[in-house]
């Protein structure tokens, strides 16, 4: 069976709540984590205190219905 793939960048920032919601939502509707790479974590001028960046890809199975149309 095919597989359909996604990437997203979770950006975390200690004490701020819905970082990974996107990622919790997607683990939620059966989405499997294929890799992760850190993209880094420090603090800046622009966004100031420690954050972390990460990449995270995510695969899913696709699954046909009658008349062979994708999830969507």
Sequence with gaps: M????KA?????EPGKDGATDELNA???DE???VTTAAMGGAGSE???GT???AL??????ETK????????
């Design 51 to 53: 954050h972390f960046v």
């Design 8 to 12: 997203i960048v979770v950006h975390y």
């Design 65 to 72: 219905t009658v008349g062979g149309f994708g999830r969507s």
């Design 31 to 33: 989405w499997t984590i």
């Design 26 to 28: 997607l683990l939620n």
């Design 2 to 5: 095919p597989k359909e793939h």
């Design 56 to 61: 995270v890809v995510l695969e899913h199975d």
């Design 46 to 48: 622009i966004q100031s």
